[in-house]
């Protein structure tokens, strides 16, 4: 699942991706797309218990790989 989340102010990113998590399900992955490094997502995915890596793209957004820990 991907969702692209460029050209929105904040806090709409940030509403979006946690909105789509609770629609993710056991060993599915959501890949977000940002304009900027999600920063205060991060903090709420820690909390939340899931995984993510991040990767700046050439045209400077961000691109986050988030999946649920397993167990």
């Given at each position: 699942?991907?969702?692209?989340?460029r050209g929105l102010e904040p806090p709409q990113p940030m509403m979006r991706t946690?909105?789509?998590?609770?629609?993710?399900?056991?060993?599915?992955?959501?890949?977000?797309i940002n304009d900027r490094r999600p920063m205060f997502l991060f903090e709420q995915l820690d909390e939340l218990g899931y995984l993510y890596l991040t990767e700046q793209q050439e045209d400077g957004s961000y691109r986050v790989t988030i999946s649920r820990k397993a167990g």
């Open positions: 699942m991907i969702l692209d989340n946690l909105s789509k998590l609770e629609e993710l399900e056991e060993g599915q992955t959501l890949i977000i």
